[in-house]
């Protein structure tokens, strides 16, 4: 008790002392005293900025790094003072297989797992995968291409994920479908099912996307499954005001393409045809006869246009029907089909001028034979007008 009063009379002087002083020094030292918080914080901030020499050495002599990018994964591994687990976590990858090169990917993708722990955190991971049959080249591809895969958690977000995927594939993991969904898609897998996936494959059952329809949406464009479930039904709802109707066939390839490009990228498109003549009508008409038109480049668009319209002079109305002619190769197809055409057209060898785009949807083997063999006489000069130099004519 003796102490506690002591002490109570020795800090009610100090206060009186304080209190006691004029005006300048106190707001002195109110302002010395206010302002060390300040000087602390950024003291620390320059600590916490401070090139890690370890790692960053680390990283540029043992996985090549360029200093910028060295500096860049050190920052998100302050706290990694020794190279002593960066060393394990390498090691284990070139023991299963991994590239230098894909190593330096998985790092560069997700630096915390430098600090990994192997046998906790890595290896489980890695294990469930090749269980499920990812195996060798396989996992490598994978888990360089998504390395964040092994900073989600295995029984909350990867193993029931999985369970759900393997529902909706048909063998998926004895065909290789699963890992192909991950390597397509590695968000499929890096949340809680309840979240995202579930939901969006209850939606999708229940507007009648099925079975093997299901099966082949998964497969061909998983990013779909990973949206927030009302981007998906933005994107449904997109395609049903343009005409589609989601038991059609071509309903899955419009999801896919609007899953593949921006909404920028498709007006820039739309506004390309319409540059040509195309109404708003024919565009979309042209879309639903063959979504994945609107994947193909714009260059490639812009060619296929110039040269159907202006040089071989298809009507608007036969692109309109058949929208795919513009995404054959104009080298390696369609320019040196039509040379062959004019060649046998100006020798007049055929008696009836077929139809250019039944010609440009043959099979090579089938080209070669109504077109070029079918006319022995002139067989070199067709095939130097088809390839331009000697062709061996059992290729494909």
């Not at 304080?18 to 918080?37: M, Q, R, T, W």
């Not at 059952?205 to 039904?233: D, F, T, Y």
């Not at 009508?281 to 042209?286: G, L």
């Not at 060619?303 to 795919?324: N, R, W």
Request: charge should be positive; include cysteine.
């Amino acid at each position: 008790m003796f102490v506690i009063q002591l002490r109570s009379r020795c800090l009610s002087t100090h206060l009186h002392y304080l209190y006691s002083l004029p005006a300048g020094p106190i707001s002195s030292f109110s302002f010395s005293f206010s302002s060390l918080p300040k000087v602390v914080t950024k003291n620390s901030a320059q600590n916490g900025n401070k090139e890690n020499h370890v790692l960053v050495n680390y990283l540029i002599n043992t996985l090549d790094f360029s200093k910028p990018r060295a500096l860049a994964v050190s920052n998100h591994c302050h706290w990694v003072r020794s190279v002593e687990k960066p060393e394990l976590v390498v090691h284990f990858f070139k023991s299963i297989g991994f590239t230098y090169v894909q190593i330096k990917s998985t790092v560069n993708s997700a630096p915390q797992i430098l600090n990994a722990d192997v046998e906790k955190t890595i290896k489980p991971k890695i294990h469930l995968f090749q269980e499920l049959g990812i195996t060798g080249s396989d996992l490598c591809k994978l888990i360089s291409t998504h390395a964040n895969l092994l900073t989600r958690s295995v029984e909350k977000a990867i193993k029931p994920s999985i369970e759900v995927l393997n529902k909706v594939l048909v063998n998926g993991t004895e065909n290789g479908d699963l890992f192909r969904v991950l390597h397509r898609s590695g968000w499929v897998i890096q949340k809680s099912p309840h979240l995202r996936l579930i939901p969006n494959i209850s939606y999708l059952e229940s507007i009648g996307v099925v079975g093997s329809r299901l099966s082949s949406l998964l497969k061909n464009q998983p990013c779909l499954l990973a949206l927030p479930q009302s981007e998906l039904k933005k994107r449904v709802s997109k395609l049903l005001d343009i005409g589609f109707y989601t038991d059609s066939r071509m309903f899955l390839h419009g999801l896919y393409t609007l899953g593949s490009i921006t909404h920028e990228t498709f007006l820039r498109k739309l506004q390309l045809f319409q540059s040509f003549g195309f109404s708003e009508n024919k565009c979309m008409e042209m879309f639903r006869i063959a979504p994945s038109l609107f994947r193909t480049s714009e260059k490639k668009i812009k060619l296929g246009l110039e040269f159907f319209l202006g040089t071989v002079k298809l009507t608007e109305s036969t692109l309109v029907q058949h929208p795919s002619l513009l995404m054959f190769s104009m080298e390696k197809r369609v320019i040196p089909r039509y040379k062959v055409l004019q060649l046998i057209k100006s020798k007049k060898l055929g008696k009836k001028e077929p139809s250019f785009y039944s010609v440009i949807c043959l099979r090579e083997h089938v080209f070669l034979e109504k077109y070029v063999l079918r006319f022995p006489e002139s067989a070199e000069e067709l095939l130097m007008a088809y390839k331009g130099h000697s062709l061996d004519v059992g290729e494909e």
